[in-house]
Protein backbone atom coordinates (compact mmCIF):
# COMPACT_ATOMS: atom_id res chain seq x y z
CA UNK A 1 0.00 0.00 0.00
CA UNK A 2 1.95 3.02 -1.40
CA UNK A 3 -0.50 5.82 -0.02
CA UNK A 4 -0.04 9.16 -2.31
CA UNK A 5 2.60 8.88 -4.42
CA UNK A 6 4.18 11.95 -7.03
CA UNK A 7 6.30 11.87 -9.76
CA UNK A 8 8.64 14.09 -10.19
CA UNK A 9 10.34 14.43 -7.12
CA UNK A 10 12.20 17.27 -8.52
CA UNK A 11 11.82 19.44 -11.71
CA UNK A 12 13.82 22.39 -13.16
CA UNK A 13 11.88 24.59 -15.94
CA UNK A 14 12.49 27.33 -18.06
CA UNK A 15 9.89 30.46 -18.33
CA UNK A 16 7.13 28.84 -21.16
CA UNK A 17 7.95 25.52 -20.85
CA UNK A 18 4.80 23.08 -19.98
CA UNK A 19 5.08 20.20 -17.90
CA UNK A 20 2.40 17.89 -15.78
CA UNK A 21 3.12 17.11 -12.50
CA UNK A 22 1.12 13.27 -11.65
CA UNK A 23 -0.29 11.98 -8.42
CA UNK A 24 -1.86 8.41 -7.70
CA UNK A 25 -3.39 6.85 -4.75
CA UNK A 26 -4.46 3.63 -3.93
CA UNK A 27 -6.86 3.92 -1.03
CA UNK A 28 -9.47 3.88 -2.94
CA UNK A 29 -10.58 7.77 -2.05
CA UNK A 30 -12.82 9.80 -3.67
CA UNK A 31 -11.60 13.02 -3.43
CA UNK A 32 -8.09 14.43 -4.42
CA UNK A 33 -6.31 17.77 -4.39
CA UNK A 34 -3.33 19.85 -5.44
CA UNK A 35 -1.61 22.16 -2.83
CA UNK A 36 1.04 24.58 -3.09
CA UNK A 37 3.44 25.48 -0.65
CA UNK A 38 5.47 28.27 -0.36
CA UNK A 39 7.78 29.57 2.70
CA UNK A 40 5.52 31.49 5.27
CA UNK A 41 2.71 31.08 3.61
CA UNK A 42 1.09 27.29 4.93
CA UNK A 43 -0.37 25.33 1.97
CA UNK A 44 -2.79 26.84 -0.50
CA UNK A 45 -5.26 24.99 -2.59
CA UNK A 46 -4.88 25.22 -6.35
CA UNK A 47 -7.53 22.50 -7.79
CA UNK A 48 -9.50 19.57 -6.12
CA UNK A 49 -11.70 16.84 -7.37
CA UNK A 50 -14.65 15.62 -5.16
CA UNK A 51 -15.18 13.04 -7.02
CA UNK A 52 -13.86 10.89 -10.02
CA UNK A 53 -15.36 12.57 -13.56
CA UNK A 54 -15.76 16.57 -11.23
CA UNK A 55 -12.98 18.97 -10.37
CA UNK A 56 -13.05 22.49 -8.96
CA UNK A 57 -10.96 25.61 -8.60
CA UNK A 58 -9.27 26.03 -5.18
CA UNK A 59 -7.84 29.34 -3.61
CA UNK A 60 -4.82 29.86 -6.45
CA UNK A 61 -6.18 28.58 -10.07
CA UNK A 62 -4.25 30.70 -11.90
CA UNK A 63 -1.89 29.34 -14.90
CA UNK A 64 -2.99 25.07 -13.83
CA UNK A 65 -4.84 22.95 -15.54
CA UNK A 66 -6.00 19.57 -13.71
CA UNK A 67 -7.37 16.30 -15.12
CA UNK A 68 -8.71 13.69 -13.10
CA UNK A 69 -7.88 10.56 -15.24
CA UNK A 70 -9.53 8.27 -12.88
CA UNK A 71 -10.42 7.46 -9.33
CA UNK A 72 -6.67 6.56 -8.92
CA UNK A 73 -4.83 9.30 -10.65
CA UNK A 74 -5.17 12.89 -10.46
CA UNK A 75 -2.58 15.36 -12.68
CA UNK A 76 -1.88 18.71 -12.61
CA UNK A 77 -0.51 20.72 -15.31
CA UNK A 78 1.17 24.19 -16.43
CA UNK A 79 0.73 25.26 -19.81
CA UNK A 80 3.39 28.37 -19.61
CA UNK A 81 5.91 27.90 -16.72
CA UNK A 82 6.30 31.34 -15.63
CA UNK A 83 8.85 32.08 -12.19
CA UNK A 84 6.21 32.96 -9.70
CA UNK A 85 5.21 28.73 -10.02
CA UNK A 86 8.09 28.09 -8.33
CA UNK A 87 7.08 26.52 -5.07
CA UNK A 88 6.63 22.64 -3.75
CA UNK A 89 3.30 20.89 -5.08
CA UNK A 90 1.52 18.27 -3.12
CA UNK A 91 -1.27 16.12 -3.74
CA UNK A 92 -3.42 14.54 -1.60
CA UNK A 93 -6.64 12.08 -1.38
CA UNK A 94 -9.20 12.08 1.74
CA UNK A 95 -11.52 9.92 3.58
CA UNK A 96 -14.29 10.62 5.85
CA UNK A 97 -13.32 9.62 9.49
CA UNK A 98 -13.16 10.37 12.97
CA UNK A 99 -13.37 13.86 13.65
CA UNK A 100 -13.67 14.66 9.86
CA UNK A 101 -11.96 14.65 6.33
CA UNK A 102 -8.55 13.11 6.91
CA UNK A 103 -6.27 13.77 4.24
CA UNK A 104 -3.11 12.08 3.05
CA UNK A 105 -0.19 13.93 1.50
CA UNK A 106 1.92 12.71 -1.17
CA UNK A 107 5.57 13.30 -1.05
CA UNK A 108 5.79 16.90 -2.85
CA UNK A 109 7.23 17.59 -6.10
CA UNK A 110 9.96 20.69 -5.65
CA UNK A 111 9.47 22.56 -8.92
CA UNK A 112 11.53 25.80 -10.18
CA UNK A 113 10.59 28.07 -12.81
CA UNK A 114 13.67 29.75 -14.50
CA UNK B 1 -8.21 37.32 3.47
CA UNK B 2 -6.45 35.05 5.91
CA UNK B 3 -9.14 32.77 8.16
CA UNK B 4 -6.48 31.07 9.85
CA UNK B 5 -4.40 32.76 11.91
CA UNK B 6 -1.17 30.69 12.96
CA UNK B 7 1.32 31.76 15.99
CA UNK B 8 4.02 31.94 16.46
CA UNK B 9 5.96 31.70 13.91
CA UNK B 10 8.78 29.74 15.43
CA UNK B 11 9.25 27.80 18.40
CA UNK B 12 12.34 26.80 20.93
CA UNK B 13 11.73 24.54 23.61
CA UNK B 14 13.82 22.59 26.03
CA UNK B 15 13.75 18.60 26.01
CA UNK B 16 10.77 17.89 28.59
CA UNK B 17 9.15 21.62 28.21
CA UNK B 18 5.14 22.77 26.65
CA UNK B 19 5.20 22.88 23.32
CA UNK B 20 2.13 25.42 22.82
CA UNK B 21 0.64 26.82 19.20
CA UNK B 22 -2.47 28.70 18.39
CA UNK B 23 -4.47 29.27 16.10
CA UNK B 24 -7.27 32.27 15.50
CA UNK B 25 -10.01 31.67 13.17
CA UNK B 26 -13.03 33.77 11.62
CA UNK B 27 -15.67 31.70 9.86
CA UNK B 28 -17.99 30.50 12.32
CA UNK B 29 -18.87 27.99 9.77
CA UNK B 30 -15.86 25.65 10.44
CA UNK B 31 -16.42 22.48 11.55
CA UNK B 32 -13.42 20.57 11.63
CA UNK B 33 -10.13 21.54 12.95
CA UNK B 34 -7.14 19.60 12.39
CA UNK B 35 -3.21 20.07 13.37
CA UNK B 36 -0.35 18.49 10.65
CA UNK B 37 2.81 17.56 11.15
CA UNK B 38 5.84 18.22 8.54
CA UNK B 39 9.38 17.09 8.60
CA UNK B 40 11.60 18.55 6.05
CA UNK B 41 11.49 16.98 2.59
CA UNK B 42 8.20 15.42 3.25
CA UNK B 43 4.57 15.62 2.89
CA UNK B 44 2.41 16.96 6.18
CA UNK B 45 0.58 14.04 7.83
CA UNK B 46 -2.57 14.56 10.40
CA UNK B 47 -1.66 14.97 13.97
CA UNK B 48 -4.59 15.41 15.67
CA UNK B 49 -7.93 17.17 15.04
CA UNK B 50 -11.59 17.92 16.72
CA UNK B 51 -14.76 18.94 16.28
CA UNK B 52 -16.45 22.00 17.54
CA UNK B 53 -18.57 20.09 19.65
CA UNK B 54 -15.85 18.95 22.18
CA UNK B 55 -13.25 21.70 23.95
CA UNK B 56 -10.56 19.27 24.05
CA UNK B 57 -8.52 15.75 22.42
CA UNK B 58 -5.95 13.67 23.92
CA UNK B 59 -3.65 11.67 21.97
CA UNK B 60 -0.52 10.65 23.84
CA UNK B 61 1.54 13.82 24.51
CA UNK B 62 -0.76 16.22 21.91
CA UNK B 63 -3.82 17.96 23.07
CA UNK B 64 -6.13 20.19 20.96
CA UNK B 65 -7.77 22.65 23.34
CA UNK B 66 -10.81 24.74 21.57
CA UNK B 67 -12.73 27.92 22.43
CA UNK B 68 -15.77 28.09 20.71
CA UNK B 69 -16.33 31.72 22.04
CA UNK B 70 -12.86 32.94 21.45
CA UNK B 71 -12.32 31.41 18.36
CA UNK B 72 -9.26 29.89 18.66
CA UNK B 73 -8.13 26.42 19.23
CA UNK B 74 -4.39 25.41 20.42
CA UNK B 75 -2.44 22.47 20.22
CA UNK B 76 -0.06 21.69 23.31
CA UNK B 77 2.81 18.95 23.33
CA UNK B 78 3.75 17.96 26.60
CA UNK B 79 7.31 16.90 27.57
CA UNK B 80 8.07 17.75 23.91
CA UNK B 81 11.38 15.54 22.75
CA UNK B 82 13.96 16.16 20.43
CA UNK B 83 11.95 14.05 17.45
CA UNK B 84 8.99 16.67 17.81
CA UNK B 85 11.06 19.30 15.90
CA UNK B 86 8.87 19.83 12.72
CA UNK B 87 6.65 22.31 11.01
CA UNK B 88 3.02 22.11 12.43
CA UNK B 89 0.23 23.23 10.35
CA UNK B 90 -3.38 23.99 12.07
CA UNK B 91 -6.59 24.35 9.38
CA UNK B 92 -10.14 24.36 9.47
CA UNK B 93 -12.88 23.86 7.10
CA UNK B 94 -16.05 23.34 6.63
CA UNK B 95 -15.55 22.05 2.77
CA UNK B 96 -11.46 22.08 1.61
CA UNK B 97 -8.56 23.04 4.46
CA UNK B 98 -8.19 26.22 5.07
CA UNK B 99 -4.61 26.01 6.73
CA UNK B 100 -2.85 28.61 9.28
CA UNK B 101 0.99 29.65 7.90
CA UNK B 102 2.73 27.01 10.17
CA UNK B 103 4.64 26.86 13.05
CA UNK B 104 8.77 26.00 13.08
CA UNK B 105 9.17 23.84 16.38
CA UNK B 106 12.55 22.69 17.85
CA UNK B 107 13.10 20.89 20.95
CA UNK B 108 16.25 21.45 21.92
CA UNK B 109 18.09 18.68 24.22
Known amino acids: NAGVTQTPKFQVLKTGQSMTLQCAQD?????MYWYRQDPGMGLRLIYY???????DKGEVPNGYNVSRLNKREFSLRLESAAPSQTSVYFC?????????????FGPGTRLTVL | QQQVKQSPQSLIVQKGGISIINCAYE??????FPWYQQFPGKGPALLIA?????SEKKEGRFTISFNKSAKQFSLHIMDSQPGDSATYFC????????FGKGTKLSVKP
Open chain 1, 49 to 55: SASEGTT
Open chain 2, 27 to 32: NTAFDY
Open chain 1, 27 to 31: MNHNS
Open chain 2, 91 to 98: AASVRNLI
Open chain 1, 92 to 104: ASSILRGAGNEQF
Open chain 2, 50 to 54: IRPDV
